[in-house]
Nanobody
Framework: QVQLVESGGGLVQSGGSLRLSCAFF????????IGWHRQAPGKEREFVAR???????DYADPLKGRFTISRDNSKSTVYLQMNNLRTEDTAVYYC???????????WGQGTHVIVSS
């Protein structure tokens, strides 16, 4: 059974940086596309970025240039580097996995990011 554990969230000032981690357990990491989504207070969950087993990446257009997703296959971990953070980036950040064999999707519990002005 796939499990995802996010970490790295916290409080940061506007203009600062954070790196989120998503640790993957319970299945073959190379079978999964890993993505990040976020949900701000009172808003719908939205796509942030995703990375394939071959490290092809895709980003939400407004976040290109500030956010970078990467994966370390030796550690079964995906990272989200967030730079030049803005108050509107405040949200709970979730990672998810999608297994390409059967499209099974699993979500982590989320990590809170708060950007202060």
């Amino acid at each position: 059974q796939v499990q995802l554990v996010e970490s790295g969230g916290g409080l940061v000032q506007s203009g600062g940086s954070l790196r989120l981690s998503c640790a993957f357990f319970g299945d073959k990491f190379a079978w999964h596309v890993i993505g990040w989504h976020r949900q701000a207070p009172g808003k719908e969950r939205e796509f942030v970025a995703r990375i394939t087993p071959g490290s092809s990446t895709d980003y939400a257009d407004p976040l290109k240039g500030r956010f970078t997703i990467s994966r370390d296959n030796s550690k079964s971990t995906v990272y989200l580097q967030m730079n030049n953070l803005r108050t509107e980036d405040t949200a709970v950040y979730y990672c998810n996995s999608e297994r390409f064999t059967d499209r099974q999707i699993t979500w982590g519990q989320g990590t809170h990011v708060i950007v202060s002005s």
